[in-house]
């Protein structure tokens, strides 16, 4: 199933400067396209790399929604989607559109029969070790493009499909990647 970042590294590299950006992805075997904001309003609030991953947080500040894009050096074997993914071509990306059920639990949550069927739907996701059930609606948008993996995503969001599809549109169709690296 999807997922962001896996882990954490000991020493943050993290930044609040969009135009600091550069020096942050010399660290990346990888190139990868980023934009400062969205026409919807979502605007850079931090930057970090984790386990060779760049995390980009966004942040609306009129609805105070916050949405990531994790983005990694594309892996061999395409990730599973969840069932009903929207999908939309922009030029020769493949953007596709997902959203499920996260549920965080505590250690001692048993499954019930509705969870185990929604996981095996691919619907739901389960994650363990929150002190009490908290149940979220996960959407985000992945696509592939120059050998980068994107995941723009978020938890409760207010955003539609179309909305998402066309943030993740933005990303494709900015040209600021040798920009970002020349700096």
């Known amino acids: 199933m999807l997922g962001g970042l896996t882990g954490c590294t000991a020493q943050s590299s993290e930044i609040n400067d969009f135009n600091k950006l550069g020096d942050l992805t010399k660290q990346l075997n990888f190139s990868p396209k980023c934009v400062s904001g969205f026409s919807n309003g979502f605007?850079?609030?931090?930057?970090?790399?984790?386990?060779?991953?760049?995390?980009?947080?966004?942040?609306?500040?009129?609805?105070?929604e916050t949405i990531n894009c994790y983005m990694k050096a594309a892996p061999e074997a395409v990730e599973p989607l969840p069932p009903n993914t929207q999908q939309r071509q922009e030029g020769d990306v493949l953007l596709s559109c997902y959203q499920f059920d996260y549920k965080f639990v505590p250690p001692d949550y048993e499954e019930t029969e509705e969870d185990k069927a929604a996981v095996?739907?691919?619907?739901?996701?389960?994650?363990?070790?929150s002190s009490e059930v908290e149940e979220h609606i996960m959407q985000g948008i992945v696509w592939q493009e120059d050998d980068v993996q994107y995941q723009l995503s978020g938890m409760d969001l207010t955003l539609t499909a179309d909305e998402m599809l066309d943030m993740a549109a933005q990303i494709v169709n900015s040209d600021n990647q040798e920009k970002i690296l020349a700096n």
């Not at 930057?47 to 060779?52: C, G, L, P």
């Not at 095996?120 to 070790?129: E, I, P, R, T, Y």
């Open 43 to 64: 605007l850079f609030a931090v930057a970090d790399i984790m386990e060779n991953e760049l995390l980009l947080g966004y942040e609306n500040p009129q609805t105070a």
């Open 120 to 129: 095996a739907a691919g619907s739901l996701q389960l994650a363990w070790g």
